[in-house]
């Protein structure tokens, strides 16, 4: 039964990134780290300032990503939001986070 619980999720670990927004090369800044998973947009606006980009994924509404600035440059960091709550996030991008060729698809 263990087997099957840890196939299952890796399973639904590799559907996430499925629709993922395209992304340039993160860094490890530590500015994404202040952002908690399951925190909403107004939470993370709180953290890390108002949003500098936001893109709604094409193929599922429900989810988008949201690019907030900071540093020189500037450059952004990535946060992915499903249903309200954050689900994943990254910084270090040098461009505003978008879905790109899903959009196109």
Not at 54 to 69: G, Q, T
């Amino acid at each position: 039964m263990p087997r099957l619980v840890l196939a299952l999720t890796a399973l639904m670990l590799s559907a996430c990134t499925v629709g993922a927004p395209q992304a340039d090369k993160p860094g490890n800044d530590g500015v994404a780290e202040k952002l908690a998973l399951g925190v909403t947009r107004a939470e993370a606006e709180v953290a890390l300032g108002t949003e500098a980009g936001f893109e709604r994924n094409p193929k599922n509404f429900d989810e988008s990503c949201v690019s907030y600035a900071y540093g020189d440059g500037p450059k952004y960091v990535h946060a992915v939001y499903r249903g309200g709550t954050l689900v994943s996030r990254t910084d270090g991008h040098r461009q505003l986070c978008t879905y790109g060729t899903l959009a196109s698809a």
